[in-house]
């Protein structure tokens, strides 16, 4: 098999050529090509020629397109194919004897091209599409022109093996992804980006429509509410120091690349979340229909965009986007109430703890003790008020809002939510008394999933930056120990993880009471139990399998128990009943956290899976767990098998996600024991910052932060420069997050406390 990956600077290494977005040409390609072999490209075929045992394939010429977009693949498959209701033909190329696999990405693809007709008011501009996963790609998929490259992770939908949680998920991410490729073919490939500063308009857009499509194909998957997970990462990334705005000069070819990260992707997509919901549907979409037709077949700049919203909606959006798009970072906004005034204030959040400089014109969001008394305005300067008198429902006062401002005397439905539904790209900080209020807010369950998910993740960044005390974040915690939302509980599991990963090195001896406080949240809803129920929703579902991988974690005896028994029939019969699809990723942590060099039995049962697998999913769920072992020279064996050949290149980054806290020694020597390896093998490539982040992600000692810097003082190239300086500012972060953590003296004695009741 052969397959093309040129953006973004690759084309020129093919053929000769101005391989720049904004320089757009038509091309005609011809293959020579084995007889027997399928040759795809952007184009239909116009005609073959044979000559012996090899053929000559000529494509039709194509429209005006852009280097990096072109693309060949060659090889043997089988594939399924539908017509969309315009007459567009749709391919889905899948590996011999798997096509099955590939209807339901036939089915997305399809539905997405409709969808996007009607949407952009602008006929897909091709005359066929074709769609074609390949056995190893860096990133998850390709947009070329009219022949989409996937992963077969995420393009091939394997129903009888695949877990519950993994066939939503995949079915989801197959969705979202393909999705988000058909999405390209308008925004990228018919209208392009100008540059690479502007790579976000590409992916941002995407990226935001493929959210919209996907909750308008599947409502029921709740995906508006999971895309705040998933921009989650851009308010990570973006309250480093070394981050980067979403317009970015590049100058050299070599640093495109570190680009396709969270802020072109995840806060783009956010920024433009909190545009249109600002603005509306309804102007929103027309402005979009707009601009791709004055600039179809061209190139476009950020403030092309900007200036078609200003034209159709009469707001000023140019100079509200460019304090989001031009400049680093984003606002925390601290609110204060004084009678009847609201009192607003900016201020750029670092987690470093120290102010930053940066100013936003912020839309602003409220609402009063319901979703109904709702306000709206933009906070254009540091500081800002509002009077609220008017979301009152009588002058008499009927939430107990009193005078004199006592909280004592507000009543249980006086509660004020900042940013609703966490549609603005921006933190909230809230005066004690308001805090206290929601806290009850949320407890009596007047919250949405989103609000409590927002504040939540707000608490969390707020404690580390050293804003907020860890045991104000553990008491808020517990107020969520009910919740059944699938969305709020992975977060708090999230945020789980990565407390025990800080308190590991402030109070090492009592870890194993936070890890017994955290089950004690979380057991509630461990009541799903370890087999699915017939009928149940998808995202319970989806939950089972977070719940009890979090509980395996953290060392629960009673998942452990269950777990091993199950694994053990596994062993037996695959296909046993005790152990469902959804769960096996809990039994194979609670397998891992008990594997030693000298008690290695399971580990070895679990390798024997992995090799007689023949799903990529099944293959995938046990990379991502088989480092979880607490012994270093596990983690060090588990480590040389991800590089060995019986992982795929692709897949090794899985592995790495799982690496546990007592193996993080060893993954760092193995890190530079295998830099020239790695450098050779993955170097120019899409996954090589992964091997720097997730392993430097490990540490939290600010000794730790100068021996990563000290050992790459003289290897760093362009291609991860700013990757590398990121990694290190969040060793360091969080190294200053154990200090403070150390000075709350009476934590590990509440922790303890917190662990014993129960
Ligand atoms: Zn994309």
Partial sequence: MAATQFEAVDARRCFPCWDEPALKAAFQI????????????????????????????????????????????????????????????????????????????????????????????????????????????????????????YRENDMLHDELQSTAAKKQRLSEQITVVAMHEVAHQWFGNLVTMEWWTHLWLNEGFATWVSYMATDNLFPEWKVWTQF???????????????????????????????????????KGSAVIQMLQSYLGDAIFQKSLSSYMKRYAWKNAKTEDLWSVLTEESGVEVTNLMETWTKQKGYPLISVNLNGHILAFEQSQFLLSGLAGEGLWIVPITLCLGSYERQKKFLLKTRCG?????????????????????????????????????????????????????????IESNYVSAPDKFGILDDTHALCQAGKQSLSSLLTLMGVYRKDIDYTVVSNLIEVCYNIVKVYYDAFPDSVDYLRQYFINILRPSAELGWESVSGEPHLNVLLRGEISMALASFGDEKTHEDAIRRFKSLLMDRNTPLLSADTKRAAYIAVMRKTTVASRNYFESLLSIYREA????????????????????????????????????????????????????????????HWDFILNKYGTGLLFTNFLTDIIALFSSNEKADEVEAFFANRTTLAFAMNLKQSIEQVRIKARWVQNIKQEESLPELIKQLAIKG
């Fill in 228 to 266: 705040l997970q998933y921009t989650a990462s851009g308010l990570h990334m973006d309250s480093l120091e070394k981050s980067h705005p979403i317009e970015v000069e590049i100058i050299h070819a070599r640093a495109v690349l570190e680009i396709f990260d969270a802020i072109s992707y995840e």
């Fill in 385 to 441: 008020e509002i009077d609220i008198s008017d979301l009152f429902n009588s002058p008499s006062d009927c939430l107990g809002l009193s005078e004199e401002n006592d909280p004592e005397k507000f009543k249980e439905h006086f509660w004020i939510k900042i940013n609703i539904y966490q549609s603005g790209f921006y933190r909230v900080k809230y005066e004690d008394k308001l805090a206290t209020q929601l806290i009850k807010a």
């Fill in 30 to 149: 011809t293959l020579d090509v084995p007889l027997e072999l399928t040759a795809l490209s952007n184009m239909p075929i116009l005609k073959e020629k044979l000559n012996g045992d090899i053929k000559t394939v000529y494509f039709e010429e194509s429209p005006m397109m852009s280097t990096y977009l072109v693309a060949v693949v060659v090889g043997s498959f089988d594939s399924v194919e539908e017509t969309t209701a315009d007459g567009i033909r749709v391919r889905v190329y899948c590996p011999p004897g798997k096509s099955d696999n590939g209807k339901f990405a036939l089915h997305v693809a399809v539905k997405a091209l409709e969808l996007y007709t009607r949407y952009f008011s602008v006929p897909y501009p091709l005359p066929k599409l074709d769609m074609v996963a390949v056995p190893e790609f860096a990133g998850g998929a390709m947009e070329n022109y009219g022949l989409i490259i």
């Fill in 614 to 673: 023949d799903t990529v999913q099944e293959k995938e769920r046990i990379l991502r767990h088989l480092a979880a072992s607490p012994d270093p020279d596990i983690v060090m064996e588990v480590l040389n098998f991800l590089a060995s050949d019986e992982v795929r290149d692709q897949d090794i980054i899985y592995g790495f996600r799982g690496i546990s806290l007592e193996g993080r020694e060893a993954a760092w020597k193995w890190l530079k024991d």
